[in-house]
């Protein structure tokens, strides 16, 4: 449902806080990479297929761009030195905007990772022309929000970076076949419930540029959140909770 995907988007917010001001009270360097089964009917990303297992969750610690020049650099200070308009992770998370780029960037950068996959290891031709269409349309946005990203001062990104899509990437890995179907379709729907929720938050709450950016997407977002449902019910995916 959307509130409890308003809910995760919520619990992710707090932890990219959480995670930087960590990370500057420690005063060491963030370098980040862009690159089963239990009893809770809700972990879907923890190989189970079901999402909101708390015990089994990662822990939750997303590590954000690699947005400073040196440790322990400002924004200010990055510029003084030579640097790109490149800031802390503490102040980057700080930012609305930036939070919700990052965690745009990681979105859709998971959806064509996953795309990608369904083409490679899904059974049903449903499930791979979803796929097909996944990364079309992700790669678009993914591409818009870099730009955004840049004019927002902002280093972007090209790959899963919060635990959860990771999490979600490494699960579909190790499936294949009618399993793979079922697994894929299901967590489609959940993530587009939860991208809906960002985007509608974008179009309320974040700056012009990306305001416009959130209301143009958000059609294409419902449009694939009922494909994603037809398809599931089609394999047999289990949208209970959903």
């Known amino acids: 449902m959307l509130w409890e995907a308003t809910l995760k988007l919520d619990r992710r917010r707090a932890l990219i806080g959480f995670a930087a001001a960590g990370i500057v009270a420690l005063a060491s360097p963030v370098l980040v990479r862009a690159d089963d089964d239990d009893d809770d009917p809700r972990d879907y990303r923890n190989g189970s297929g079901y999402r909101n297992n708390h015990e089994n969750r990662p822990n939750g610690n997303p590590h954000l761009n690699n947005v400073t020049d040196q440790p322990g650099m400002s924004y200010q200070q990055s510029v003084e030195a030579g640097g790109e308009s490149r800031e802390t992770v503490y102040e980057s998370a700080l930012k609305p905007v930036h939070y919700w780029l990052t965690a745009a960037m990681s979105g859709n950068a998971t959806e064509v990772e996953a795309g990608r996959l369904a083409q490679e290891r899904g059974a049903s031709q449903d499930v791979k022309q979803f796929g097909q269409r996944m990364v079309a349309d992700h790669s678009m946005a993914l591409e818009e929000l870099v730009l955004l990203a840049r004019e927002n001062g902002l280093d972007p990104i090209r790959g899963p970076l919060m635990p959860e899509h990771r999490q979600l990437i ?58 994603a449902q037809d398809i599931a019910r089609r394999v047999g995916a289990d949208l209970t909770g959903t």
């Open 170 to 227: 490494q699960n579909l890995s190790s499936r294949s076949g009618q399993d793979f179907d079922r697994f894929y379709m299901r967590s489609m729907v959940l993530e587009h419930e939860t991208d809906i929720a960002h985007y509608q938050e974008g179009v309320n709450e974040q700056t012009r540029d990306v305001a416009a950016h959130a209301a143009k997407t958000l059609p294409i977002l419902r449009e694939h959140l009922m494909m």
